[in-house]
């Protein structure tokens, strides 16, 4: 992937919106996906590619399924962004519905 390139980005993110519904078991529709190519980046010492991601989901995530949900993105950020799974920290959050907004009001 280039940096920056709208093609290449694009098919990222409908990549990384389709393994996190199907990991989710949730309609796409409920997805949102942000994908930032230009921050620099350095991890255990070095530059190589890495990536930190954060998921925040009403249910659907906790103990097994995070495995799960975790493989199911490491697998798109390796093929899509060439980040080695050592090299991508994934944070997941079970959030109350209470506390996300949408549409004006909260789930």
């Known amino acids: 992937m280039s940096p920056g390139n709208p093609a290449d980005i694009s098919d990222t993110l409908r990549a990384l919106s389709k393994a996190v519904a199907t990991s989710l078991g949730k309609s796409e ?5 942000s994908l930032t190519t230009d921050k620099p ?19 659907a995530v906790g103990g097994a399924k995070n495995k799960e949900i975790s493989a199911a993105i490491a697998a798109v950020m390796s093929a899509k962004l060439r980040v080695d799974p050592s090299r991508f920290y994934f944070k997941i959050v079970d959030v109350d519905r209470s506390n996300f907004g949408w549409n004006g009001g909260t789930f």
């Open 29 to 33: 529709q409920l997805v949102m996906v």
């Open 41 to 59: 980046m350095c991890f255990a010492g070095t530059e190589a590619a890495c990536a930190y991601g954060e998921l925040m989901s009403i249910g």
